[in-house]
């Protein structure tokens, strides 16, 4: 099934990464947002099946953006997974205490990116 | 074999790596800079944020285009840069022996 996926993080090569691995790999459509500014308005304007976010941005962090994500009822309902190279227990329990649906780690496989999406949201 | 969508994948990635590469050498340049400020015992403590940065963005995306030793080099490297307050001898020693086996691993990979 096609899915659209947004994807915010101000590293433009991850960016990429990501992009190329869900639209080769899986076919599914891709938004991308350089910021948690520009993910807000993405989100809302592109209304994406899940959100694969970023967390150390500059301006605004992985984290505000998600509860303002959380905060607008336009995209409150969109399922969020954090994408993180912190791999720190303490971290990883401050991102998952968040209340996002996933945690995945950078640097992730391109070849199973997509897997490991559909896994965590239960998609078919 | 290579399953054709995995195939067109490896040669997306490669051409990534390439448009990326200059990103890349920017930020071991960070590192060598830092490396060799921390054995002339110069190492400001802007230089070693700049260091920690850029050793957690090449931690976060090597493993990605199939070096997974780089990331694990850039993870010690910024784990260095965090917890360093005032690098001794031994120390730059190690921090310069990491920054340029990432400089090898990059320069290596096909």
């Known amino acids: 099934m096609t899915r659209r996926i947004l994807i915010i993080d101000d590293e433009d090569d991850i960016r990429e990464v990501a992009g190329l691995s869900l639209e080769t790999v899986a076919g599914w459509e891709v938004v991308l947002a350089d910021s948690g500014a520009q993910g807000l308005a993405r989100a809302a304007e592109h209304q994406p099946d899940a959100i694969l976010l970023d967390v150390m941005m500059p301006g605004m962090d992985g984290p505000t953006t998600f509860r303002e994500l959380r905060k607008n009822p336009i995209t409150s309902h969109i399922p969020v997974i954090l994408l993180t190279a912190k791999v720190q227990s303490s971290d990883q329990k401050r991102f998952a205490d968040l209340g996002v649906e996933a945690v995945l780690f950078k640097p992730f496989d391109p070849l199973t990116l997509s897997d490991q999406i559909s896994t965590e949201l239960g998609w078919e | ?110």
């Open chain 2, 1 to 110: 074999m290579d399953a054709p969508g995995q195939e067109n994948l490896s040669e997306a990635l490669d051409r990534l790596w390439t448009q990326f590469l200059p990103l890349v050498n920017e930020r071991i340049a960070i590192l060598e800079a830092a490396a060799a400020a921390s054995a002339t015992k110069r190492l400001s403590a802007e230089e070693m944020e700049a260091a920690k940065s850029a050793a957690h963005k090449l931690a976060g995306v090597l493993g990605s285009y199939g070096l997974p030793r780089g990331t694990q080099v850039a993870r010690e490297l910024e784990t260095m840069y965090s917890c360093l307050k005032d690098p001794g001898a031994l120390l730059s020693a190690h921090l310069a022996s990491l920054t340029a086996e990432l400089r090898i691993i990059v320069e290596t990979r096909k």
